[in-house]
């Protein structure tokens, strides 16, 4: 007999491209993972020995008859085999975290041994086949060979359906129906012998389940089964450089302090939640267009006709806060998770992809911080403050390449000298391509975005700097104050960046004193204590700004070795028409006197102010009545003046 294995050809071809590209999918070693590339890896065994064994019994003068009859027993192996990997690839789909694997996966297993065994008896008892130069004779039991086949077909066929109720929809009819195909090409092989399209038929299955089971993973998010945050990037990028008439509406759904949750009740409780979330949006929001965002946020694409938008957009909205101001049942757990929501529409400033996608994050940043309420719509006045916002960040950027920020000072009068020798250092931004921006704007950008880390080490370079150049014109100053922020304090090596910034400058380590405020004790107290002290060994000095906002323990402060401690401005204020406010910032300074810290009053901008704080027993006055910050020749002035006052001439 002449076969025709044309078909099986093309199908190894087509096999090994579905290979390369699978092993570009998820590499996660779960079961299902591992049983496809198991179905990968037989598959392409069987068509190849299938294909040898062809062309070995055409050429059969040049190759050994042992040869012919082993490739030919090993194709009759994994032939019908073939059936064996899909049904296990089924099984570990159902199975995978139910008791039930282990006895399904031996079930499936047992009938394949006494097969395997029996074809490797086929050489004594020619039960399979048989080769006698060249010939070809097909043995007594080689019906078995088809009904091994239909035996795991029609097996994976009654698994699917038996456990229909536990599975998702899609992923059942899949189950259930590459079978049936792979039957029907095998059925079309019996009645015309000649073609062979046995491994036509595995690879016709392989390619229905790699491109609606396997490759899903690509686009979908494991837990949910909804698309994931890359499949929606895709879609806007699609959308916004392809039909730039489709009007949509983005909003991303985040779910607030979920850790809790997951400290409660676990990851995998968590995850439960996540799922029951996901399939209230799913039913509320846009058919198929609802996306995980990232681990608690899920996105809603609205893409509605524009007079059924925006009354979809609200109604959803609507759905969603009153869903979400109920509890969440799951098993023995109860939560309300609260949620925020953040909204953009496709307009002129939101035509490119990394427009939208940071309009979107910016809205539920803002959702977040409260003080737009729980629902951000990002329009055009806050799409401008985004716009404005990314032009500081490349300001701040631009700084820290050129490791160069505009400080400015303000002296700090000592009571008991009646001089200044102490200033605080106050980065500013007065000259930029933007404008003038003010500390209360690009401080909390610089914290947001990490930024701030890096320009605290050039503030930190730039203030040893003008130290050296004071001292060395004969101007005495004792120590400059610097700033750090709470985020400062995650860097694992701040002590040692700091000690070589100050040796580098040859600066003197008493010169420079660290500040940092309440919320940063607050936040992180072990850290800051263990930084403290390390500070203290080299003579470095320390301080407690902003006192007296309400967040840190006394008994926590007086532990830590601080040189001074700053009475927030809020304090002095409040300490003017209120005598209780007024004993309790005496008793305080006397307290952190007797602690050996000095104690300093800042915000002081009358004669009145100055005067009582002097009377509740402060050391140093910092403030408007004295001098207002300053820049660096404009605060080396203002010390030459005060030395000439009191008839000292600083050397030139």
């Known amino acids: 007999m002449r076969w025709n294995i044309a078909p099986e050809t093309i199908s190894l071809v087509i096999l090994g491209i579905i290979w390369v590209y699978s092993r570009k999918g998820s590499h996660l070693p779960s079961l299902k993972n591992r049983m496809f590339q198991g179905c990968l890896t037989v598959t392409f065994a ?45 099984v570990s789909i159902i199975y995978e975290e139910r008791p039930q694997l282990k006895n399904m996966i031996l079930a499936g297993v047992i009938p394949a041994v006494f097969y395997a065994l029996l074809v490797l008896s086929n050489p004594f008892t020619g039960c399979m086949f048989s080769i006698t130069e060249g010939n070809y ?19 994976c066929i009654l698994v699917a359906v038996r456990n229909r109720i536990y599975i998702d929809r899609q992923i059942y009819r899949i189950l259930a129906a590459f079978p049936v195909l792979a039957v029907l090409v095998i059925l079309f092989q019996q009645l015309y012998p000649e073609i062979i399209l046995s491994g036509s038929a595995a690879t016709c299955a ?22 994931n945050r890359q499949e929606l990037l895709n879609m806007l990028d699609l959308m916004l450089k392809k039909h730039p008439e489709k009007d949509f509406v983005l909003m991303v759904v985040s779910i607030r302090d979920f850790r809790q949750v997951n400290n409660v009740c676990g990851q995998h409780g968590g995850d439960e939640f996540l799922k029951e979330v996901c399939g209230f949006l799913c039913g ?3 058919q198929g267009n609802v996306y995980r965002f990232s681990g608690d946020e899920f996105a809603l694409l609205f893409t509605d006709e524009e007079d059924r938008l925006e009354r979809h957009v609200r109604k959803c909205v609507g759905d969603i806060q009153t869903r979400m101001a109920q509890p969440w049942q799951n098993r023995d757990y109860q939560f309300i998770l609260p949620a925020v929501i ?41 799409l401008g403050k985004l716009e ?44 930029t391509p933007i404008g003038p921006v003010y500390p209360s704007e690009f401080i909390p950008i610089a914290e947001e975005t990490g930024l701030i880390i890096d320009l605290t080490y050039v503030i930190l370079d730039t203030v040893c700097r003008y130290i050296n150049h004071l001292l060395g014109k004969g101007i005495p100053i004792e120590a400059i104050h610097v700033n750090f922020s709470a985020i400062q304090f995650s860097q694992p090596d701040l002590a040692r960046k700091v000690l070589d910034i100050i040796k580098r400058n040859g600066t003197p380590m008493g010169a420079v004193k660290i500040e940092f405020t309440e919320s940063t004790l607050a936040e992180n107290p072990q850290v800051v204590t263990d930084f403290a002290i390390e500070m203290k060994k080299h003579g470095i000095r ?21 040189g001074t401690v700053k009475l927030d401005k809020s304090f002095v204020q409040a300490s003017m028409d209120n005598r209780k406010s007024e004993l309790t910032i005496r008793h ?9 810290m000095s104690v300093v009053a800042e915000g002081v901008e009358t004669e009145e102010q100055k005067q009582m704080v002097i009377d509740l027993g402060v050391e140093q006055i910092q403030g408007y009545y004295y001098s207002k910050p300053l820049p660096g020749d404009g605060m080396e002035g203002f010390l030459e003046a005060r030395m000439r006052q009191a008839g000292n001439i600083p050397a030139q």
């Open 46 to 90: 069987a068509m190849t020995s299938n294909i040898l064994s062809t062309f070995m019994l055409y050429d059969y003068i040049r190759v050994p008859v042992l040869l012919t009859w082993a490739v030919t027993t090993v194709y009759f192996i994994l032939t019908p085999l073939m059936g064996l990997v899909y049904y296990l690839y089924v």
């Open 342 to 382: 953040g909204i953009i529409r496709r307009s002129e400033y939101v035509n490119t992809l990394e427009s939208a996608v940071s309009a979107i994050e910016y809205a539920v940043y803002q959702a977040k911080t409260g003080r737009y309420g729980q629902v951000l719509y990002c329009d055009q006045e806050m």
């Open 588 to 596: 305080l300074v006397h307290a952190f006197n007797d602690l050996g």
């Open 542 to 562: 320390m301080g407690l700004d902003d006192f007296g906002t309400g967040y840190s323990n006394i008994a926590t402060v007086i532990q830590i070795p601080f």
């Open 137 to 155: 004779t097909q043995g007594n039991c080689i019906l078995l060979t088809y009904l091994v086949f239909y035996a795991y077909c029609v097996g």
């Open 284 to 286: 509320i929001g846009p």
């Open 206 to 227: 392989l390619l229905i389940i790699y491109l609606h089971l396997q490759n899903r993973q690509i686009s979908l998010d494991y837990l949910t089964n909804v698309p």
């Open 388 to 431: 404005r916002r990314k032009q500081i960040i490349q300001v701040l950027k631009n700084q820290l390449s050129e490791k160069k920020v505009e400080l400015y000072y303000q002296p700090i009068y000592s009571v008991d000298t009646g001089d200044f020798r102490f200033a605080e250092s106050l980065m500013r931004m007065n000259h």
